[in-house]
């Protein structure tokens, strides 16, 4: 059970679309936003989450949650705006009203911005002179805590399978569907990070130990792996995970 | 349990949702809200344009390029950044927001690594910026974890089938950096030439350095 964001594994995705110089050449070469727009989505978005109204576990979980015809139909920044709007709104940061008002204007030309002197600034705002600051901070979500690690390197686990989120059904998680139910090998230990199937849900941030797990190319896809030997690592935290059975 | 009113719960009824009152045109659409939060005094412009500045002028693939220049040439500076990539990158300056926590993996003759996000676009920005268009495409986020080897075709990359392929799928706050090998033909070259070879691909896993003709 999973989401369309949740797409790791699936068939039908046509040809990467890489791009190509005008000799047909693979070339690094993109502009950092396609659109004017794109740029705007993506700031007006950050600046935000700033706010301090929602994490960032609540607000990828708002990315997922769009309904599955939206989902595959916007492109990448118009998921951004779509879950950000229902946040604003969720979050009683703008009223419904408002919206309507706004968008109404915007389709009949008539959208002004306010003169400086009549917009009442929110305490919380990020201002301009703050923004290097804070994102040379960024957001870290390892937390120092005394829980240890169950596991250790080496060892052999299994993946929960079905609902990987214990409080919410069709919750928050990072455990993808094509490595539920399988059995890696533990790579290492990370720390312990604050857990995004409560943080989703505004449940605390309960943080725990996170492990990259290696699981083979042949136990993920069977014989359709295109080499045995390959491999694919997750980072998974520990309430994914259970020893495998000897 | 006032924690339980604070459940963000499914989102059952499309119909509750407030996108849906959006204008068609995505235009329009970002222009409504960007408008509504500046005259509420939620979001300043300056703050957007400094963000956008910096990710379009400042912060990019050229960070991470340094970084893997200086691996190449100062053996220390690879052992640091193999062993703790956070500190050896923020020896550079770079570090923050989707950087928190970073992993560099080394390619070598005999395994490849590839990053990929099969859940969102998850990318370390302070070394390679936003990440681009087919990064977060469905058709890479959902073929690289199967099929590693067509999809690195696709970028002209083609691997003897006696290299490992390792994918690593950034699903936690863990961001990775491929360590790409250094090309043959560079032993001459300083750390700022070598930086000029260094592609944003590279650092992915979808393509190599550029090799000196």
Request: proline share 6%; hydrophobic share 35%; charged share 25%.
């Amino acid at each position: 059970m999973s989401r369309l964001h949740d797409m790791g594994g699936r068939f039908g995705d046509g040809l990467i679309p890489v791009p190509r110089d005008e000799k047909n050449e693979v070339t690094n070469f993109e502009p950092t936003f396609k659109h004017k727009w794109h740029s705007k989505a993506w700031a007006i978005t950050l600046a935000a989450g700033a706010l301090g109204e929602w994490n960032l576990d609540i607000s990828r979980h708002y990315r997922e949650c769009l309904p599955p015809k939206d989902y595959i139909n916007f492109s990448y920044y118009e998921k951004w705006l779509a879950a950000l709007t229902n946040l604003l709104i969720d979050k009683k940061l703008v009223s419904l009203d408002e919206l309507k008002e706004y968008v109404f204007a915007a389709e009949k030309g008539t959208l002004r911005k306010f003169s400086d002197k009549d917009v009442k600034i929110d305490q919380r705002i990020w201002l301009a002179k703050d923004v290097q600051k804070t994102l040379g901070w960024g957001g870290p979500s390892i937390r120092d805590t005394n829980v240890n690690p169950v596991f250790n390197i080496g060892d052999k686990v299994i993946t929960q399978n079905y609902n990987p989120n214990k409080d919410i059904s069709g919750g928050h998680t990072r455990l993808p569907k094509y490595a539920m139910g399988r059995t890696g090998v533990i790579h290492s230990y990370n720390n312990n990070h604050v857990f995004p199937d409560k943080n989703a849900h505004g449940l605390g941030e309960n943080p725990l130990p996170l492990y990259t797990v290696e699981f083979k190319s042949s136990e993920l896809w069977g014989e359709l792996a295109e080499r045995q030997n390959d491999s694919v690592l997750l980072d998974l935290w520990e309430p994914y995970l259970k020893l495998f059975p000897n | 349990m006032s924690e339980k009113k604070n459940i963000i719960g499914d989102h059952h009824h499309p119909h509750d949702h407030a996108h849906s009152h959006l204008p068609s045109d995505p235009e329009l659409r970002v222009k409504a809200v960007e408008t509504l939060l500046l005259n509420k005094g939620l979001i300043d412009s300056k703050t957007l344009d400094e963000l956008i500045d910096t990710y379009e002028n400042r912060i990019g693939p050229k960070n991470g390029a340094k970084v893997v220049a200086k691996a190449w040439v100062d053996p220390e500076y690879k052992k640091r950044l193999l062993n703790d990539a956070t500190s050896a990158i923020r020896e550079l300056s770079y570090q923050g927001r989707q950087g928190e926590n970073m992993v560099v993996v080394e390619n070598t003759p005999e395994t490849h690594n590839v990053i990929v996000c099969t859940l969102c676009s998850c990318y370390p920005w302070p070394v390679l910026g936003i990440p681009p268009t087919w990064y977060k495409s469905d058709e890479y986020r959902s073929r690289t974890v199967r099929e590693p080897r067509k999809v690195l075709l696709e970028f002209g990359l083609s691997l003897d089938s006696k290299v490992q392929v390792k994918v690593w799928d950034s699903t936690a706050e863990i961001r990775y950096l491929v360590l790409p090998m250094r090309p043959k033909g560079t032993e001459n070259m300083d750390e700022r030439e070598l930086a000029e070879l260094v592609t944003r691909n590279s650092m992915i896993g979808t393509g190599l350095p550029k090799e000196i003709k």
